[in-house]
């Protein structure tokens, strides 16, 4: 045993793998009760283990830099894991391929009304311009939402928090949501999560079905592209 | 499975290198998809590149455990929401009603566009 337990502390809390310890501990505890509860929409594992480690990190008075040095291992594999949507896209070809027309319609208005629905609401709100710039492009994953707003001269960390709060309620409402209106076409389900919620809606896509995933990945991708030149033309038109 | 992971970076690494060379605005994770998807399809036409990686499952059965566990791989940038809570403090309320009514519009439109296009066009198809 060490002798002092709060020097044990201080090596731990600067270190990676304390960290990534928590990281991982933390999403197998709300990944497990999720499966628990047959993946319920309200025991969404990212939004659960996002307060934990808030709360966590608030207690300890543990930076966020100090934290994401041990959770940058588990950060890096969205990469490789956009490389890994090759695979069910490619298991299901035959179903993406005969949908393609019906994908570049849905993909044209679901980004345009994820836009200007955005806008216009934050203007009728009465939010300041600056504002309303940097939750306009909220609905693609982060790293490009966050070019974008800083192309705006927005705030991009304000951009970050509204991509992740979009992402979270989008996957959380997408199944009640999609059952209340009786589709059941899960191409359709999972392609509209992935434009209005990007990669977390298509982390719950994949936890329902499938071909949802698969359909949600292709959304996703397409969305990033076509927002990223969307946004600068809709803002000059709305807002002006 | 490390040679697997070795051929998704690959891609990924090879998408990078293009997108920084060419400057297109494209993320480079999206064009190490459409590589290794274009490689899914060669093997398809020549069945001697089904070997290594690309033989017995390898890459699917990598990308397939990567995919399954999508969410953890939010939670390092998520984090960084409770970090600028002080942000939303000032207009939260307002900004988490415009985020919640813009995601419901956003996907009622997309899958209803998605319904009607998908029964357009396959009723055209039976029309000869």
């Known amino acids: 045993m060490s002798d002092n337990p709060f020097s044990l502390w201080v090596y731990l809390s600067q270190s990676p793998l304390l960290w990534l310890t928590v990281t991982l501990l933390t999403y197998a505890v709300t990944d497990a009760v999720s499966l628990k509860t047959r993946r319920h929409p309200l025991a969404n594992p990212v939004l659960h283990s996002l307060w934990i480690i808030g709360v966590f990190l608030l207690l300890t008075n543990t930076s966020y830099t100090t934290y994401f040095a041990g959770a940058q291992f588990v950060h890096f594999l969205l990469g490789p894991a956009t490389v890994a949507l090759a695979v069910p896209l490619y298991e299901n070809r035959k179903r993406v391929v005969a949908a393609v027309l019906p994908m570049l319609v849905a993909l044209a208005v679901g980004s345009l009304t994820a836009i200007v629905s955005v806008v216009l609401l934050a203007r009728a709100f009465g939010l300041p311009r600056e504002v309303i710039l940097s939750l306009a492009p909220k609905s693609v994953t982060a790293g490009v939402a966050m070019g974008i707003s800083e192309s705006l001269h927005a705030d991009p960390s304000l951009t970050a928090v509204s991509v992740i709060l979009t992402g979270i309620m989008g996957a959380i409402i997408v199944t009640p949501l999609m059952n209340f209106t009786g589709i059941t076409d899960f191409r359709g389900r999972g392609f509209a999560a992935g434009i209005a919620a990007h990669g977390i809606g298509t982390a719950r896509a994949f936890q329902v079905d499938e071909v949802a995933g698969v359909f949600a990945g292709i959304a996703m991708s397409l969305n990033a592209l076509v927002t990223s030149l969307l946004v600068p033309l809709a803002v000059t038109y709305l807002l002006r | ?128």
């Open chain 2, 1 to 128: 499975m490390i040679a697997s992971l070795s051929l998704i970076l690959l891609c990924q690494l090879a998408g990078e290198v293009a997108v920084r060379s060419l400057a297109v605005p494209v993320p480079g994770p999206v064009v190490g998809l459409v590589l290794l998807l274009l490689l899914l399809l060669a093997r398809d036409r020549y069945p001697a590149l089904a070997r290594g990686p690309l033989g017995n499952d390898g890459v699917e059965s990598v990308s397939r455990g990567m995919l399954a566990n999508l969410s953890l791989l939010f939670i390092p940038a998520g984090v960084g929401v409770v970090q600028k809570l002080d942000l939303l403090a000032e207009h939260g309320t307002a900004i988490l009603v415009i985020l919640a009514v813009s995601v419901i519009v956003t996907l009622l439109a997309t899958v209803a566009t998605f319904v009607a296009a998908s029964s357009l066009f396959s009723r055209e198809d039976e029309t000869p």
